[in-house]
């Protein structure tokens, strides 16, 4: 069974950077494509990012050039690294593979 745990949330200023983590099982990795999604309260869950196995990779529009999926195959996780953070970026982030989703983290950007 699919399980993923997200990691690496918290607080960071407008500009500033966070890396969020999902860690998964090494069958999921190579099998899955991987997403972020993102939850803001009363808006509907919105993707941010994906990469496929072979590595490819795409980006909703407003984070392009700013947010980056990376994946580790050796350590079993996925990563999402946000730069030039925005406040508008406010959200609980979800990792998403197959019909699973992991427990989310929060992302707070605020001066």
């Known amino acids: 069974q699919v399980q993923l745990m997200e990691s690496g949330g918290g607080l960071a200023q407008p500009g500033g950077s966070l890396r969020l983590s999902c860690a998964t099982s090494?069958?999921?990795?190579?099998?899955?494509?991987m997403y972020w999604y993102r939850q803001t309260p009363g808006k509907e869950r919105e993707f941010v990012a994906r990469?496929?196995?072979?590595?490819?990779?795409g980006y909703t529009d407003s984070v392009k050039g700013r947010f980056t999926i990376s994946s580790d195959n050796a350590k079993n996780t996925v990563y999402l690294q946000m730069d030039s953070l925005k406040p508008e970026d406010t959200a609980v982030y979800y990792c998403?593979?197959?019909?699973?989703w992991g427990q989310g983290t929060q992302v707070t950007v605020s001066s």
């Open positions: 090494r069958s999921t990795i190579i099998r899955y494509t």
């Open positions: 998403h593979a197959g019909n699973i």
């Open positions: 990469i496929l196995p072979s590595g490819f990779t």
